[in-house]
């Protein structure tokens, strides 16, 4: 079974402060990505990550960082946190795949952490 | 535009019964896939299907099914026989090379399976 977890659940903060997201797969998969979902809006895509120390900018990344050392590990940073940043942060991790692109298969996601900025 | 369109916020669904969650998308590859997750309050986003544009048949995963009709570009979701557990969230997802094989997510449809 594919096992994506996140550092936190549930996280409060305050204007202004600076934020990780912890996020670790045990799949040894290329790809990792990082969402938020607001409601009525779904799911949007802030970074994704399909190696070691590459990242790639995702639909919102304004205002957010990421890091990825470790193939296993894929971080989400707010460099100065907003109330407008309050939302539910999902990551996910998916293969290349026989397809060879980068976006590769399915696409498994962990629990999600949920983040209030006040 | 809006890439995947989920009208329906949210559905009633009574325990047993089957269910249909409609999905419309656009795009205008002839080469993409569609997904549908499901996310129970506990926030976890679970892979249920995968339907291909290619795949001459819908795709079934026990008791969900996929409707998937390409000329009206829709992939409806169908959960047969109803459980208290599958009240949730679910969205409907597409992956399309013009948009680098990004996901594009539907704002979702609450299910609530009653007694």
């Known amino acids: 079974d594919v096992k994506v977890t996140q550092s936190s659940r549930y996280l409060v903060k305050r204007t202004g402060e600076k934020v990780f997201l912890e996020c670790v797969q045990d799949?040894?998969?290329?790809?990792m990505f990082w969402y938020r979902q607001d409601p009525g809006l779904g799911l949007r895509l802030i970074y994704f990550s399909y190696d070691v120390k590459m990242k790639e900018k995702g639909d919102i990344p304004e205002g957010y960082s990421v890091s990825r050392e470790k193939k296993e590990r894929f971080s989400l940073i707010l460099e100065s946190a907003s109330t407008n940043q309050t939302s539910m942060y999902l990551c996910?991790?998916?293969?290349?795949?026989?397809?060879?692109?980068?976006?590769?298969?399915?696409?498994?996601f962990g629990p999600g952490t949920r983040l209030l900025v006040l | 535009a809006q890439k995947i369109t989920q009208t329906q916020p949210g559905m009633f669904v009574q325990e047993k019964e089957a269910v249909t969650l409609d999905c419309t998308y656009d795009?205008?590859?002839?080469?993409?896939?569609l997904f549908w997750y499901k996310q129970p309050s506990s926030g976890e986003m679970i892979f249920l299907i995968y339907q291909g544009s290619y795949d001459e048949q819908n795709a079934t995963e026990g008791r969900y099914s996929l409707n998937f009709q390409k000329a009206r570009k829709s992939a409806n979701l169908v959960i047969s026989a109803s459980q208290l557990g599958d009240s949730a969230m679910y969205f409907c997802a597409m992956r399309e090379p013009s948009n680098d094989y990004k996901l594009s997510f539907g704002a979702g449809t609450t299910v609530t399976v009653r007694a």
């Open positions: 799949m040894d998969h290329e790809n």
């Open positions: 795009t205008s590859d002839q080469s993409y896939g």
């Open positions: 996910a991790s998916s293969f290349t795949g026989t397809s060879g692109h980068h976006w590769g298969e399915t696409q498994y």
